[in-house]
């Protein structure tokens, strides 16, 4: 098989295609030959050395990937055979054969191709977490989503539209009519004016009732003061430290010292509230994952649930994804071609 490795911290360049043997499926997981892997914002700080979570390095990133069953492990249902399937892979995702368990197994849906199938994994079950889940967005409520434009902000929108929300977004100029589109109902230019006085002027002072935020650092401060009473302030990222130019690991402590503190008697004064989300740290719930998994495939054949792939890269030049993703330069998601 053919994986992509990070070799080492550093720039795309560091990403390096190498041949391996075939893996052999053990119990309780099944082989599958990848046609599509999603890349996410988590691989390229994995590449930089800022995501904690990461395998030591050398190694293989990846979360989600779609493709063929072609053999099953010890006790593991045949019925799984030859069947097209996407999974969510603890990293091994850039490869172009993986091994998944089962419980982390889904059949692919028949009206997607495999790229928009490996669009859906962590992008949409991040937005379910961050809007049902934990957010409870409803109807009539308003919703500020930051980076609008990746691949979470377009699931969120999706997500958005369901539940009959208002949906503000920020993003580059150069997205707001895609972006609207898609069904975002203001779109701010946040390279070109200050996004909290045009939230508030849009909410005509009152602020909104869920924001998500990616960016981390300071920028979660500034984005608690854009609530409403009620409002929830759903985290999920970190991606500013991507972005310092400062070297590693004085970005990472950077963006953290920057960070605010939430205390407990100014939430309950201000009846405000603040989450995270990571679904790296929820592979001990998979009964709840399967179950938001499930709402989404059937939400695809509802024709709700609209994956949109903005380009796909051979997985040979993984490194040129991750260069097109740093730059903003995507319109949802990017994905690898196995």
């Known amino acids: 098989m053919r994986q992509v490795f990070i070799t080492r911290t550093g720039g795309p360049e560091v990403l390096e295609l190498r041949e391996a043997p075939d893996p052999l499926p053990i119990s309780g997981a099944v082989r599958i030959r990848v046609k599509a892997a999603g890349v996410n914002f988590a691989d390229i700080m994995a590449r930089k050395g800022l995501y904690p979570d990461a395998p030591k390095l050398p190694a293989v990133v990846g979360y989600e990937v779609s493709g063929v069953v072609d053999a099953v492990g010890p006790g593991t249902s045949e019925d799984w055979l030859d069947k097209e399937a996407v999974a969510l892979t603890r990293f091994g995702g850039y490869a172009d054969t993986v091994l998944a368990p089962v419980d982390q197994v889904f059949a692919k849906p028949p009206r997607l191709t495999h790229a928009e199938s490996a669009a859906i994994p962590v992008n949409y079950l991040t937005a379910w977490q961050l809007m049902v889940v934990m957010g409870a967005a409803a109807e009539g409520e308003t919703v500020l989503i930051h980076n609008a434009g990746g691949g979470v902000g377009l699931a969120v929108i999706d997500i958005g539209k ?163 993703i740093e730059a903003r330069r995507n319109k949802g998601k990017v994905v690898l071609e196995a």
């Open 162 to 324: 369901r539940r009959r929300a208002r949906l503000i977004g920020t993003a580059s100029a150069g997205k707001h009519e895609f972006l609207k589109s898609r069904g975002l109902d203001a779109a701010i230019d946040y390279t070109q004016t200050d996004w909290l006085p045009e939230v508030m002027r849009l909410t005509e002072g009152r602020g909104v009732e869920l924001i998500l935020d990616p960016l981390g650092g300071g920028h979660w401060r500034k984005s608690y003061k854009a609530l409403r009473a009620t409002g929830r302030l759903g985290m999920f990222g970190a991606s500013d430290a991507a972005a310092s130019c400062l070297p590693w690991p004085l970005n990472l402590l950077s963006v953290a010292a920057s960070m605010p503190w939430f205390h407990p008697l100014s939430l309950m004064s201000a009846n405000k509230a603040v989450f995270g989300v990571n679904l790296g740290h929820l592979w001990e719930e998979g009964a709840k994952v399967r179950a938001w998994g499930d709402t989404l495939l059937a939400g695809v054949a509802e024709g709700w649930i609209r994956p949109h792939v903005d380009r796909i890269f051979p997985l040979d030049a993984a490194g040129d994804a991750h260069a097109y």
